[in-house]
T-cell receptor, first 114, second 112 residues
């Protein structure tokens, strides 16, 4: 248990659906991250939030929309996804964005787009 | 381009043996971190080594860093079946904020 909780753990959605992934941390961290892990590829950083402000958006398609309502919660809203978006989506947090420390990861949401 | 690359991609050893995994990277780093991932689950942080450090230990884990060669190694001594997992190195670039750039990982299998 790392203190970062992701829900749901598994999600199957059609290409026309809208769904949201949720991430919650109660570690008192100020930075939160979304990563995508596809088979045979390195983890890709998608978004970074520091003190609820988005500081990174790594050329992610607009069908992925992040939201950080407070420093403890991070969402990833999904709409009109493609089958190639099927992957493990990992949320992480760290104490401060500018302090180079370890990241704490959630267990991930396994997303399948059909 | 990919910052960290692990070698080997897969490693199979017997319980009790040592396992060594290597990581190479391309640009100047602030620190390098090793993570472990059990199948389909989240990543667990193992060790962070800063650019001015050469070696760190944590239990059965030993990490080295050679900034002149832009490489790091992770040694797991006296391996156990429970060490079976994927191991990733991740770099944090100098001045780049706390963004981790991962390699593709080494899949370690420890057999009884």
């Amino acid at each position: 248990e790392t203190g970062v909780t992701q829900t749901p753990r598994h999600l199957v959605m059609g290409m026309t659906n809208k769904k949201s992934l949720k991430c919650e941390q109660h570690l008192g961290h100020n930075a939160m991250y979304w990563y995508k892990q596809s088979a045979k590829k390195p983890l890709e950083l998608m978004f970074v939030y520091s003190l609820e402000e988005r500081v990174e958006n790594n050329s992610v398609p607009s069908r992925f929309s992040p939201e950080c309502p407070n420093s403890s919660h991070l969402f990833l809203h999904l709409h009109t996804l493609q089958p190639e978006d099927s992957a493990l989506y990992l949320c992480a947090s760290s104490p401060q964005y500018q302090a180079n420390t370890e990241a704490f990861f959630g267990q991930g949401t396994r997303l399948t787009v059909v | 381009s990919q910052q960290g690359e692990e070698d080997p991609q897969a490693l199979s050893i017997q319980e009790g043996e040592n396992a060594t995994m290597n990581c190479s990277y391309k640009t100047s780093i602030n620190n390098l971190q090793w993570y472990r991932q059990n199948s389909g689950r989240g990543l667990v942080h193992l060790i962070l080594i800063r650019s001015n450090e050469r070696e760190k230990h944590s239990g059965r884990l030993r990490v080295t860093l050679d900034t002149s060669k832009k490489s790091s190694s992770l040694l797991i001594t006296a391996s156990r079946a429970a060490d079976t997992a994927s191991y990733f190195c991740a770099t944090v670039l100098t001045g780049g904020g706390n963004k981790l750039t991962f390699g593709t990982g080494t899949q370690l299998k420890v057999e009884l």
